[in-house]
């Protein structure tokens, strides 16, 4: 596995997040990519299409390890099987357009992977029973077709993209191994023939794929049709047309000499390449392979010429691949260094600056041991020997140099042997960092100190705890801390300036306001360049704020300035992010408690107001029963007395009569109302009783039209009313007072 790590905090713990990924299957398939570039040299060597097949063969079994292969060759449009490993090799011929898997990846010129040949027509189970997938890769060399490598297996969906890729890479160099071996056979075919016949060795010649030409003293006096379409002339301009008319300028006096030289019997080279010019102008780039022969009883040079456009092309874009890589490597900041046992055989200029070197060339050849920190030697020998020896040695680690200049730095290494000109060396991608350690020391620093934050119990103890941190951890220039309260940012304590406004509306123009606004940490390399800058500060430069959220409630920002532009790192944002986290939980908590506390004195000022209106209420119960206690008794000796004095009607007379009903009729209302006051506080307390009987309705209105007859006749008044003569269950006393009252 390829493993980072960095640390984060977690449910209130330092913590390390680590990102893994899975490089098993990028490992082999790089180990078999370089085992196919090993052992293809081999092809280079065969001399026959069977020795391709055989050669093929045994690359795929050593590095590719199929169950089930298959080489197949293309003659006159048939596929024919020339080895096979693992399975018994198909005995009959198929035409390139008959039903075959392999068949069609000839006809399409494609790589076709089919991972359930079960669901596939064209599949032909006669070569083995078990097979259940296929891939199948066509041998190509331009519009060519020479033949298919053909891989079976007893698994489903086997074959991945990486086995094609290989598969397509090993194909690439049997191509070019078949273009070598056949064309020496039509070359040798030709020679052959022109021993028995002119007109025999002429047929061959027009028939070859490969362009033929044939020149005496640098004349033509033979062209084959495929040279007539290459190069754009007709045979008749070309016949008896000097060599050089299509040649290129700069090959002109090469050809010239090497044609002279060859033709009086001297050794020179049977293949070369150069540039031919074509009639409309453009170059095209060829293989010559020349031998000298006796034409019309003269010496002659016969050459087969092949058109190589596509594989300069391809050399072309293999040379600016490796020019992008080697481009890479030089721009890459990392630091990547070869070295073996003594010395440093390859740099990028990151390698050398690492170690305090200015350029690439200063610290090749130099002892790079030197540079290891004296703590970290004997565990590098270890780890050096141990993987000369192929035992187990950490592939990733941390180690501290010492640079040239005498200062030390912090590094992670990467490790693995490479093969470099025939010799196993190292090869090491180096990082420095020296910064992250500090960060991880920050953050830590700051999470460790942040559980104080925990122990404050109020806005100015934060704000303090929280200021000192900095101080003690980041050594920012100028630093501050903002709460919202009622929409407004309000300063609660700063470090290293005195802001000249202590409040901002959340609305205003601040990048502070903003960052609250937003919920978003801002770093503004340049304040003179953000509109929403207001200046706390004339030395500000470059400013970072933080937001201090819980959920989604803001409850201020964390505010630190710098007199330099571009100050702050993404390290510092996330330090002071975790400073915040822990300000947001202790503010949150604050808070609460202040809420709280606020609730318990609201709930005990309610307790006192209810114990008081229960003692007024206790007073008024109090007061009303003495109240009418005290009004009952006069009211009784009035009622008593007047009673008396009017048993005697014959001593009075008519308007004493009189008067002594009105003292009467109002003793009664103040008795009712005396009663009414007592049935109000027993409804208050929940004390009042009620007495259900039957009654009458008929008798209820008799009642009540007698008690109030005496009020009515002195108004000259009357009620009319209609009752039904039917019986209720009712409180009479309670009812009769009701329908008083309302009367």
Same mark, same amino acid.
């Given at each position: ?548 959220? !819980? ?58 107001? !209810? ?133």
């Amino acid at each position: 596995v390829e493993v980072q790590v960095t640390h984060i905090a977690w449910n209130g713990e330092i913590a390390a997040l680590g990102i893994l990924r899975d490089i098993t299957h990028q490992k082999l398939f790089e180990t078999r990519r370089e085992g196919v570039y090993q052992l293809a040299s081999i092809l280079g060597q065969s001399n026959t299409i069977e020795e391709i097949s055989e050669n093929t063969l045994d690359i795929i079994n050593q590095v590719l390890d199929y169950e089930y292969v298959s080489f197949h060759t293309i003659e006159e449009e048939n596929l024919l099987t020339v080895g096979a490993r693992g399975i018994v090799p198909y005995d009959q011929i198929i035409h390139i357009n008959d039903r075959s898997i392999s068949a069609r990846a000839a006809r399409e010129k494609t790589t076709l992977n089919i991972p359930d040949v079960r669901e596939d027509p064209d599949y032909l189970p006669a070569t083995s029973p078990n097979t259940l997938s296929e891939l199948d890769v066509p041998i190509i060399s331009g519009d060519r077709v020479h033949g298919v490598v053909n891989v079976e297996s007893s698994k489903l969906d086997y074959f991945t993209r990486e086995d094609e890729m290989l598969l397509e890479l090993l194909a690439l160099h049997v191509a070019s191994a078949f273009e070598r071996v056949r064309t020496n056979a039509e070359r040798k075919d030709i020679e052959h023939e022109l021993t028995k016949s002119e007109e025999k060795y002429r047929s061959f010649m027009e028939e070859s794929r490969d362009a033929v030409t044939v020149n005496i003293l640098g004349k033509f006096v033979y062209v084959n049709p495929r040279f007539v379409d290459m190069i754009g002339y007709s045979e008749q301009e070309l016949v008896n047309s000097a060599v050089s008319k299509v040649t290129a300028s700069e090959y002109i006096e090469l050809v010239k000499e090497r044609t002279r030289r060859r033709q009086e019997g001297e050794a020179v080279p049977a293949q070369y390449e150069l540039e031919l010019i074509r009639k409309n102008g453009s170059r095209v780039p060829v293989e010559f392979n020349v031998a000298l022969i006796e034409y019309e009883g003269k010496p002659a040079s016969l050459s087969f010429i092949r058109d190589i456009s596509a594989r300069k092309q391809t050399e072309i874009e293999l040379e600016k691949t490796e020019r992008r890589t080697q481009k890479l490597i030089e721009l890459s900041s990392d630091a990547i260094i070869v070295k073996n046992d003594v010395e440093v055989l390859f740099s990028n200029d990151a390698g050398a600056k690492l170690f305090g070197f200015n350029h690439a060339e200063e610290i090749i050849g130099q002892f790079l041991d030197d540079f290891y920190h004296p703590n970290y030697i004997d565990q590098i020998k270890r780890y050096s020997e141990a993987r000369r020896q192929g035992d187990y040695a950490p592939h990733q680690y941390e180690m501290k140099i010492i640079r040239r200049d005498g200062v030390a730095r912090d590094i992670e290494i990467r490790v693995t042997l490479i093969d470099w000109q025939g010799s196993t060396v190292s090869l090491g991608i180096m990082r420095d960092i020296t910064d992250h350690k500090l960060f991880e020391d920050r953050r830590e620093a700051v999470y460790q100190l942040a559980a104080l934050l925990n122990q404050a119990i109020s806005v100015e103890e934060i704000t303090q705890k929280a200021l000192d941190i900095v101080s003690v951890v980041m050594d920012y220039e100028m630093v501050s801390f903002q709460t919202i309260e009622n929409d407004y940012l309000v300063v609660q304590g700063t470090r290293g300036f005195e802001p000249i406004e202590k409040r901002i509306s959340i609305d205003g123009v601040s990048i502070a306001a903003k960052a609250a606004r937003l919920k978003t940490s801002l770093n503004i390399p340049d304040v003179r360049k953000e509109p929403s800058y207001h200046e706390a500060s004339p030395n500000t430069k470059s400013e970072l704020t933080v937001p201090i959220i !819980l959920g989604d409630v803001v409850y201020g920002v964390f505010n630190v300035e710098s007199g330099k532009l571009n100050a702050f790192t993404r390290e510092d944002e996330i330090i002071i992010e975790l400073l915040t986290q822990h300000m947001a939980s202790a503010l949150e908590r604050v808070q609460r408690v202040t809420e709280k506390e606020a609730y318990e004195r609201e709930l005990l000022e309610g307790q006192i107001r !209810l114990e008081q209106e229960k003692e007024l209420s206790q007073l008024k119960t109090r007061f009303m029963s003495t109240a009418t206690h005290e009004i009952r008794t006069p009211l009784s000796s009035i009622q008593g007395y007047t009673e008396i004095l009017q048993y005697d009607q014959s001593n009075l007379t008519e308007k004493q009569s009189q008067y002594f009903d009105v003292i009467l009729r109002n003793v009664h209302r103040l008795s009712v109302l005396t009663d009414d006051l007592l049935d109000l506080q027993k409804l208050e307390e929940g004390r009042m009783t009620v007495n259900i009987e039957e009654v009458v309705l008929k008798e209820l209105q008799m009642d009540v039209m007698n008690e109030f007859a005496p009020i009515l006749n002195e108004k000259n008044q009357t009620v009319q009313c209609d009752c039904l003569d039917v019986v209720i269950k009712m409180d009479r006393l309670r009812i009769m007072q009701v329908i008083v009252n309302l009367l």
